[in-house]
């Protein structure tokens, strides 16, 4: 079942271009005030590596500000059809709909979602988050939210502009900013330069829990407990999108260094089934693991899908060959620390402008330095436990080779913009 791509040379291509959709849902009527956008979570994984894939934001998208429009003739305004709550908007010409572009999409996306479904009315209620599917909704004590936090709900109905967003100054970006700070539960006004009202809520969310998203994950964990931990694994093999921001985030964009160049990136964190980590978690209780880049190539979903394959079910040495033919340093999957390097292997069978990367958690032990091409290779040198091939000889940059399909499992799915 396993038809993961073992990386001849450093990684085969990649690039993810249907993940988006798979995470995508409908978005929420008003915006609720719910959980934060945690930003990335600090990677426990102290020798984690990995790959960068790319995926767009759905979040991000800029909208006007709703404007108010002065009816002359009704005492009473005209409110948004969408929240109802805010004046319509006027251009001076006309008087639309919906109070901004926020209201707007998220109408026209509700509409398409009831016509998707089969009913004039919404779905039934689920439990899970209506935009990444995987997290329960949020609850404040009072009320379930359609989301499991403010990110969610900020990305399915983005409600303020980028930086570069045109629109009328301090009044326009000011009416885009979060009214709430962003910290799970908080109901406080952020503070003018911040999406927090206090550097504690700040850090906090900066280390929250990729699962759930509410509270601080624990020490050397990706989660808060281990009723996440359970959760996740259950719903596995998925994709968890960590917050930028988060300190995980920061902790994979950090380990791309100077090579890192790529703006609006996406991190996701991969989580496996049990019974695909036991393998390599019994592997690595003998040696030891450290992070290295791969990369693949990506047909977008589809059944041959080398990144698809991997996520779902980690790497297959069996699959050798298929795509480059050969190794520098046999029959082994190939890795690297020099993001640049495995971005060059990164390739995409389809039409897309992003491209992928995954970091990877790779079991090391004792590396046997080579300069030299040993194509005959099909396991390590008698002594050794993987292959550490060095810049100069015949390499421009350094390559980690391993000959285990236990020596290696994908751990962040990074999505980027072709360059």
């Known amino acids: 079942m396993a038809s993961h791509i073992p990386m001849a040379l ?5 690039v993810a271009s249907g993940l988006q959709a798979s995470g995508l849902g409908k978005p929420p009527n008003p915006a609720p005030s719910i959980a934060p956008p945690a930003p990335a979570h600090n990677s426990a994984n102290t020798h984690s590596g990995g790959t960068t894939s790319g995926s767009t934001h759905a979040a991000q998208s800029s909208g006007t ?72 909704k949020y609850n404040d004590g009072t009320t379930t939210h ?17 930086s570069g967003a045109s629109g009328s100054s301090a009044q326009s970006s000011s009416a885009f900013r979060p009214i709430t700070c962003q910290a799970p539960g908080c109901t406080n006004p952020p503070h003018p330069s911040s999406d927090y009202c206090s550097l ?78 036991a393998a390599y978690e019994a592997y690595r209780a003998s040696v030891e693991s450290k992070g290295q880049f791969m990369a693949t190539r990506s047909s977008a979903l589809r059944p041959t899908c080398s990144l698809c394959s991997i996520i779902r079910n980690s790497f297959d040495l069996s699959l050798f060959g298929k ?18 390097k495995s971005n060059d292997y990164s390739h995409n069978d389809c039409k897309s402008h992003l491209k992928a990367i995954l970091l990877n958690k790779v079991v090391v032990g004792k590396g046997c330095k080579m300069l030299q091409d040993s194509t005959s290779l099909a396991a390590p040198p008698s002594g050794f436990d993987s292959v550490l091939a060095e810049k100069g000889g015949s390499l421009n940059y350094d390559e980690l080779v391993v000959y285990n399909n236990d020596a290696i499992r994908p ?5 980027y913009d072709e360059p």
Not at 10 to 14: C, H, I, K, P, Y
Not at 149 to 162: H, W, Y
Not at 206 to 224: G, T, V
Request: aromatic letters at 8%.
């Open 10 to 14: 450093s990684f085969l291509s990649s």
């Open 65 to 136: 500000t709703a404007g108010s429009s002065n009816s002359t003739t009704a005492p009473t305004t005209a409110l948004c059809i969408q929240c109802n709550a805010k004046p319509r908007y006027s251009d001076g010409t006309k008087t639309h709909n919906f109070c901004g572009k926020t209201c707007a999409t998220a109408n026209k996306a509700k509409q398409g979602s009831s016509i998707k479904t089969g009913s004039g009315t919404a779905p039934a209620s689920s439990n899970k988050c209506d935009f990444c599917h995987n997290r329960p």
């Open 146 to 162: 359609d989301f499991c936090s403010k990110a969610c709900a900020k990305n399915a109905n983005p409600q303020r502009k980028q």
């Open 200 to 277: 504690a809520h700040k850090t906090m969310s900066e280390n929250l829990c990729l699962m759930c998203l509410q509270a601080p994950k624990m020490a050397n964990s990706h989660f808060c407990s281990q009723t996440c931990i359970d959760d996740a694994e259950k719903k596995g093999p998925m994709i968890l999108e960590v917050p930028v921001g988060h300190s995980t985030f920061k902790s994979v964009a950090e380990q791309f260094k100077a090579s890192w160049r790529h703006a609006g990136s996406t991190v996701y964190k991969i989580v496996m089934q049990p019974g695909k980590l």
């Open 323 to 340: 795509k480059t033919g050969w190794g520098r340093f046999g029959k082994g999957l190939y890795t690297s620390s020099t993001s640049s």
């Open 411 to 415: 751990s962040f799915l990074v999505m």
